[in-house]
């Protein structure tokens, strides 16, 4: 079942991808939001609506930081909301986007997602040692690659997974990275290079992780009947689907991300899909981490459990495969600005649906596509199907 | 924009709200206001809710990425649950949007406070100046509001009596309702004699900080029928930011809410706001704010809102009952919570629930909220007895 109202994305606009641009929150903002609305020929008195999307405050160091954002993201005097739900914000600010166009209530909104994480010092992490349990987790000096290395751990013990088949994930992103314009971290690697590469919290080694990045991204939604006076390409969004686990991280196992699966399913009925795997021609899931392309590949149902390793071995998940996963590079290629790096995602299915992502662009003529991000305490699953 | 169905208010819980409240914490007050408004609703949240809204920042809750801290206390463990960085005003709007969109049936927002684990607050609200041009000027950044207080006394030639006015009645309403936390019997001269904050502010024009947690149910007409016979339905929303950039602000009008209620009276079709909408809950954070935002409203002529306090029209026994709950001044005020707490009354106010405030015969009235210094958001509900 549909909403009310059938909604399409007509255009996309992202910036680079860099460790520390000199640019501005607002003017990364302003970057990405110029160039959506020029892909899709419109300018800002046809834009209705605003949904903005970004994650801490504790980045930028300043509060209430979509406030901030109001001008550079096109929103002055026009209803502006920002949804904040952790590393899943990118994807979710395009869910968020959907229902200001499909309730009915605007013909058009923009959607913009921003992270600036490089005003964080001595190193963006350290904002995030503050996403724990005061009282439980902080005490502890937990870190974000810590608990990580606990889900990689009981994921590879689970299914008797090797870490050689998890680097495969890093080597295949940075290369497909080689291809992208805004890429930070695109690269020739070996399985070697990554095995070899420092170790961060073991199992996790630098070459596992994505790095910190600034940069923006925007995506123009219209509504059915204005669209197709914008464009003779829409792609529409056809399922949207967002879902929350426990806080009490702790008391679950990991091996297995549960609220991915029901954010799917969430998208997936919404979108009339029945066989994922089947139906869905190529998927941007989640990899902060290497481990976690695999990771969400279950969770979204695109293959058993346990089975996405062999997947990726056997070459399935490349761009020239028969399930092209991550074709953009994603966050370990192109970067992670966490916002931006989700909506990115977003992009990359826009531009891969309607044929226009060029050295990237998969084979086989894409008409269904998935992005996923994930964030949070290892809780947060929220997912996009579109269609041409 | 086409004809939207009415979504209706159909459950409502609050704990009340207090200057301190050590013995609970964040997790506890949200419990207690869910348990009340599922009990008012007559819902179970794991069965009968599609999705929750929660509106939170980082930096009120000392934590980043907040929305991680939130699902357990409101029964949506593997639920669609999010949260808008925004007043809970907006967070009613976007619940709203997600019914309209033939998705979601009940929708639940929430919205808390724990401003007295603040050690600093004037430091965290100077964390949302912008960082280069405006927050080395220093200074509690309620300077803001004492300027434009001077400029819409100047422009409006309102006078600081009848803002104190404002005060007086304010205060002398929240007597008579147990959720508010500064109910006082005062003149105004107790207002005028009292410390000099931020000229022309003093210490009695600005609203003191409180804890506190509102949580609503909202349902589509269809879900409203089966579950309550006093349904309160929205009739039509509106929110708007206009700059929180301090150089080119509007500094007399509150063009959010001017444009914000132009959106809600156009989706609830009022014509003639002053005549169709019986009593209005405003935000009165500071006392003046009272005034700008019954003239933004069109509630009365620009000018004439001061007058209009003066002459008692605004009292609970006038014309234009504005604040009956005690507005943010009486009840206190809670960051994101004061659009709830602005629902919360209209919305007991029009189920006959008031006691000993209520207003005889009321079918319609109005909800508006600010977000504050610095910002230039703002959002208005109408809600009625009946649907349109």
Known sequence: ?388 | MKKLEDVAIVGVGCTGFRPLTPEFSYKEIMFEAATRAYADANVNPRKDIDAFVTCAEDYWEGHSIFDEFVPDQLGAVLKPLFTVSADGLIGLATAYMLIHTGQFNTVVVEAHSKASDILTFNDIVAFALDPIFNRPLGGHPYYIAGLEMNRFLHETGTTREQCAQVVVKNRRNALANACAAYGAELNIEDVLQSEPMFHPLNRLDISPLADGCIVLVLASSHAAKKLTDTPVWVRGVGWNSDTSWLESREWGKAIYAKLAARMAYKMAEVKNPRREIQFAEVDDSFSYKELQHLEALQLCRCGEAGKLTEEGITGIDGEMPVNVSGGALGMGYAPEVLGLQRVLETTLQLRDQAGGRQISDVETGLAQSWRGIPTATGAVAVLSREVK
Not at chain 1, 189 to 198: F, H, K, M, P, R
Not at chain 1, 287 to 300: A, C, I, S, T
Request: aromatic share 10%.
């Open chain 1, 1 to 388: 079942m549909l909403g009310k109202k059938r909604v399409a994305i007509v255009g996309a606009g992202l910036t680079l991808f860099r460790r520390n641009l000199k640019e501005t929150g607002k003017e990364l903002c302003y970057g990405a939001t110029k160039m959506a609305l020029d892909s899709a020929g419109l300018t800002l008195k046809d834009i209705d609506s605003v949904a903005f999307g970004s994650a801490p405050d504790a980045f930028d160091g300043i509060h209430m930081k979509g406030e901030n954002m109001v001008d550079g993201s096109g929103a002055w005097r026009k209803p502006f909301s920002r949804v904040f739900v952790g590393g899943g914000t990118g994807v979710f600010t395009a869910d968020a986007g959907w229902w200001h166009v499909a309730s009915g209530l605007f013909d058009t909104c923009l959607v913009v997602a921003e992270e600036k994480m490089s005003s964080c010092y001595p190193h963006p992490a350290y904002a995030f040692t503050t996403i724990f349990d005061p009282m439980m987790s902080r005490p502890l000096g937990t870190t974000l690659i810590w608990i990580f290395a606990l889900e990689m751990h009981r994921y590879m013990h689970r299914h008797g997974i090797k870490k050689e088949q998890i680097a495969l994930v890093s080597v295949k992103n940075k290369k497909n990275a080689l291809d992208h314009p805004c890429a930070q971290l695109a690269a020739n690697i070996t399985v070697e290079d990554v095995l070899n590469s420092e170790i961060m919290c073991w199992p996790v080694q630098r070459l596992d992780i994505s790095p910190t990045s600034d940069g923006a991204a925007a995506l123009v939604l219209a509504s059915e009947d204005v669209a197709k006076k914008i464009t003779d390409n829409p792609v529409w969004i056809d399922g949207v689907g967002w879902c929350i686990d426990s806080t009490y991280w702790t008391n679950r196992d990991l091996y297995y991300p549960d609220y991915v699966e029901y954010a799917a399913r969430m998208a997936y009925k919404m979108a009339g899909i029945k066989n994922p795997p089947k139906e869905i021609d190529v998927a941007e899931p989640y990899d902060p981490f290497d481990y976690k392309e695999l990771h969400h590949m279950e969770g979204l149902l695109l293959c058993k459990k346990g089975e996405a390793p062999k997947l990726t071995a056997e070459g399935v998940t490349q761009r020239d495969g028969d399930l092209p996963i991550n074709p953009s590079g994603g966050l370990l290629g192109v970067g992670n600005p966490i916002a931006a790096a989700g909506l990115m995602k977003v992009c990359e299915i826009f531009w891969q649906l309607r044929g226009e992502a060029g050295k990237r662009q998969v084979p086989g003529d894409p008409r269904t596509g998935l992005a996923q991000a994930w964030g949070d305490l290892m809780q947060y699953g929220s997912v996009i199907v579109l269609r041409r």
